[in-house]
């Protein structure tokens, strides 16, 4: 009986070097790899070893890719289902696992970076500014698959904290309408196009000017959209206020503030 779960890697945002060290690992044991094709970075996939059979989920129905994992497990196969970003973020992962604890098929989840986080890091930018925004929004524009009522971008970018749009320049006109209601339509949107990829771009817009800037730069379904306090500080080159986690006027668990400290 194999003992080996099937495990759900999470392959980061495109640069082959943002894969965890579980991740790459896990990719250098697989027999059987079924990865996304349409999104995941084919460099990752050198790290195979060369006998290791690879098989492209981007044609393949929910049943299929399912039956292709289950079928490698019970042949004793290690199995890894390569997924773009971070397998729990818009990975339809939760049906797989289901499908698969159906069947009697264990599974485990290797988490990856996500595309929010990366583009953050390739920015400089603080997601999380003191006294400026401690909350980030991680959603999408309501297209093909809709979003639950209470959840509507409109509402959200009015929470005025910091917001990742995923999957949702088809939809330009909309989420530039319900962003610029939340921001004000001239507040700065940084678009991530391939986030660390070598092709890849940061271009600047306004929610004013979403669609426009989508279409006249011809970024598609690939492409990130931050907005919010943090990134608009970003943008001006403004100063936040300082944390008080290094303030020496701070005492926390490892120091004390120095009214407190004793002289020798």
């Not at 990752?44 to 070893?49: F, I, K, T, Y």
């Not at 773009?84 to 970076?113: F, N």
């Not at 400089?124 to 209470?150: K, N, S």
């Not at 000017?209 to 690939?222: I, P, Q």
Request: net charge negative.
């Amino acid at each position: 009986m194999n003992a080996d779960p099937v495990l759900f890697v999470g392959a980061g945002p495109g640069d082959p070097d943002l894969i965890t060290v579980a991740g790459r690992r896990a990719l250098a044991e697989a027999d059987l790899v079924v990865f996304a094709g349409s999104l995941v970075n084919p460099e990752l996939l050198s790290v195979c070893r060369p006998e290791a059979r690879r098989e492209d989920s981007a044609p393949l129905a929910l049943g299929e890719i399912v039956a292709l994992m289950a079928e490698g497990h019970r042949a004793g196969l290690k199995v890894v289902r390569l997924h773009t970003g971070d397998p729990s973020l818009y990975g339809a992962v939760y049906e797989q696992l289901t499908a698969l604890k159906a069947l009697g098929v264990p599974a485990r989840v290797i988490p990856g970076v996500t595309a929010a986080l990366a583009a953050a890091a390739t920015l400089g930018l603080e997601l999380t500014l003191p006294e400026i925004t401690q909350t980030l929004i991680i959603t999408r524009a309501a297209g093909r698959t809709p979003v639950p009522a209470g959840e509507n971008l409109a509402a959200l970018a009015a929470v005025g904290a910091s917001l990742a749009l995923y999957l949702s320049a088809g939809q330009g006109e909309e989420a530039g309408r319900a962003l610029a209601e939340g921001y004000g339509p001239e507040a700065p949107l940084a678009l991530f196009h391939r986030a660390t990829w070598p092709d890849g771009r940061l271009v600047w817009t306004t929610c004013a000017r979403l669609a426009e800037t989508l279409a006249a730069e011809g970024l598609d379904r690939h492409t990130l959209i931050l907005a919010g306090p943090a990134v608009a500080a970003a943008r001006a080159g403004t100063a936040a206020p300082p944390s008080r986690l290094y303030d020496p006027r701070f005492s926390h668990a490892h120091r004390a503030a120095p009214e407190e400290k004793k002289c020798p």
